[in-house]
C-alpha cells in the first residue's frame, strides 16, 4: 500500500529550498528594493549551502537522535549569525542595529527548527501508524550485538525498519548463507544486516558479491575482524556502531544537487546551441540515403535496474536485429553518414534529452542494452553495481580504452572496474575531466568509434 523508502528524493531539496525562505523574506525588513538585498540573496544562499555541507546539517536519517539534530542547529545558527553581522558590517550604510540583526537571526532559527523537527518527528508518525517509509530488513547471525540490534527493531517502530528475520549460521538450527540469499530475493528484503563475528570469509564473499549483483544494502555489525573496503559508512543506531558497505558521494544530497545542475546546463547547452540546427540538417541526409526514422531508439537498463528508451541518431538500416545485436567493425548493417556521425560520436548526441528527462547523465557507466544486461548480470561478477547510479553519455571506462565493442569477458569486467571507481570517487572536477577527454578523443578519432 504505502512505497517502502529511505526517503523521499525530494525531501532534502525542499528542506533546503523551505530554509532559504525563510532566511531571504525574514530578512526582507532590512532591504528597500535595492541592490544590497540582491546583493545578501546571492551571499547568504551561496554561503548557507556550502556551510550546510560541511556541516553535515541536512544529514539527518531515521536513525538520527534528537540532540544530534539540535546540536546541528545550534552550530549551525552561530556561524549563520556570523555570516549576517559580516555582511552587515561590510553594508555599515544600512546603519541596522545589532539588536534587529539578532532578532531576525533567532526568528530564522525558530522558523527552521520548528520545520526541521516537524518533518522529522511526522515521518515518524507516518512510519508508525500509517506503516509507510518502511525499509525490509534481515539480520545474519546470531548473538550479542545482533540480539541489541533485534531489540533495536522491535522497540523502535517509528524509526521504519521492518525486521522479518534473524539467521542463526551456527546453532542446532543453523542456516545456510544460501538460504540466507533465497529468503532475501523471495521476500524482496531491501537491508541485509550482517555480524561479522558470525560469517567465515568465504561466506562474507558470498554475501558481498549477493547484495552487490541484486542491488542490496549490506550493513555489519563490527568487531575485532578486518573488513578490507575503500569506503566505508560509520554511523550509529542508538548506541550501537554500524557500518555501510559502501558509500556513494552521489547519494549526498549536495553533490547530487551540483550533479544534477552541471547535467541540466550542459544538455540545455547542447540541445539548443547543437542539436536544433544539428537535427533537420542531419535529418535530412539520413532519410535521403535510406528509409526510416530520423532518431533510432533501444530499451537500456539505467538507474536501479529501470529500462527506459535511450535516443540516437539512427547510423544503420532498419533491421530487427538492432536489439539483440552489437555493432561491430565492417558491420554492413551501418549507413554511410551512420559511419561518419559514429566515428565522431555524432550520433550520441539525442541522449542528451534523456539527460535532460533525468533518465541519464552527462558522465556515468554506459548503458548497455537490456538483453546484454541480462547477460551480463549473470556472468560477471558486480555488474548490477553500475546500476546504483544514473548512466551516462561517456564515462571514465570510454575514455580509458573500454569503448565500443565488447571482444570479451576481460574488456566488461575491465569496463566494471572502472564503473565502481568512478561511483565511489566522484566529484566534480572528474565530471569535467572525463567530459573534456570525451570531445577530445571525438576530435582525434578512436579506433573503436565504428
Request: aromatic share 16%.
Amino acid at each position: 500500500m504505502f512505497k517502502s523508502g529511505r526517503y523521499s528524493g525530494l525531501l532534502r531539496p525542499i528542506s533546503y529550498g523551505i530554509d532559504l525562505a525563510f532566511i531571504h523574506l525574514l530578512a526582507y525588513q532590512f532591504f528597500a528594493p535595492s541592490l544590497p538585498f540582491f546583493n545578501y540573496f546571492v551571499y547568504l544562499t551561496l554561503a548557507w549551502l556550502l556551510l550546510s555541507t560541511r556541516s553535515g546539517f541536512y544529514e539527518i536519517y531515521r536513525f538520527t537522535h534528537l540532540s544530534k539534530i539540535m546540536s546541528r542547529i545550534g552550530k549551525q545558527g552561530i556561524v549563520f549569525l556570523l555570516l549576517v553581522f559580516s555582511f552587515f558590517g561590510f553594508y555599515s550604510e544600512l546603519n541596522t542595529s545589532a539588536i534587529k540583526i539578532f532578532q531576525y537571526v533567532f526568528l530564522v532559527l525558530l522558523c527552521i527548527t520548528v520545520a526541521k523537527l516537524s518533518v522529522f518527528f511526522l515521518l515518524k508518525k507516518y512510519r508508525l501508524h500509517l506503516g509507510g517509509n518502511v525499509r525490509k530488513v534481515v539480520i545474519i547471525g546470531l548473538n550479542q550485538k545482533t540480539d541489541q540490534l533485534r531489540k533495536f527493531f522491535t522497540n523502535n517502530p517509528e524509526y521504519g525498519y521492518k525486521l522479518y528475520k534473524t539467521f542463526d549460521l551456527k546453532g542446532a538450527n543453523k542456516a545456510s548463507i544460501e538460504e540466507c540469499m533465497d529468503y532475501i530475493t523471495q521476500e524482496g528484503i531491501d537491508e541485509v544486516y550482517s555480524s561479522v563475528a558470525e560469517i567465515s570469509n568465504k561466506e562474507l564473499i558470498k554475501l558481498i558479491d549477493f547484495v552487490d549483483n541484486n542491488l542490496k544494502i549490506l550493513k555489519f555489525l563490527p568487531d575485532n575482524k578486518e573488513i578490507y573496503s575503500k569506503k566505508l559508512d560509520f554511523s550509529y543506531y542508538g548506541v550501537l556502531p554500524i557500518l555501510s558497505m559502501r558509500k556513494i558521494p552521489m547519494d549526498e544530497p549536495f553533490n547530487k544537487f551540483i550533479k544534477r545542475g552541471f547535467d541540466i546546463v550542459l544538455s540545455l547547452f547542447v540541445i539548443v546551441g547543437i542539436l536544433s540546427w544539428l537535427t533537420p540538417l542531419l535529418g535530412l541526409i539520413i532519410k535521403l540515403e535510406s528509409k526510416g526514422p530520423v532518431f533510432f531508439k533501444q530499451k537500456r537498463n539505467g538507474l536501479d535496474y529501470k529500462e527506459f528508451y535511450c535516443y540516437k541518431f539512427r547510423s544503420m538500416k532498419p533491421n530487427p536485429m538492432a536489439h539483440l545485436h552489437q555493432i561491430r567493425k565492417g558491420d554492413t548493417r551501418v549507413t554511410r553518414v551512420g559511419r561518419i556521425i559514429r566515428k565522431t560520436s555524432i550520433d550520441e548526441l539525442p541522449q542528451f534529452i534523456n539527460v535532460l528527462k533525468g533518465e541519464m547523465s552527462v558522465v556515468g557507466p554506459r548503458p548497455h542494452m537490456v538483453s546484454h544486461t541480462h547477460m551480463y548480470a549473470e556472468r560477471i561478477d558486480k555488474f548490477m553495481v553500475r546500476h546504483f547510479i544514473k548512466p551516462g553519455i561517456t564515462g571514465l571506462a570510454q575514455v580509458s580504452g573500454f569503448r565500443g565493442e565488447v571482444e570479451d569477458d576481460n574488456h566488461i569486467i575491465n569496463r566494471v572496474k572502472y564503473d565502481i571507481f568512478y561511483l565511489e570517487n566522484w566529484n566534480l572536477f572528474l565530471d569535467i575531466k572525463i567530459v573534456f577527454q570525451t570531445i577530445y578523443n571525438a576530435l582525434r578519432g578512436e579506433e573503436k568509434a565504428y
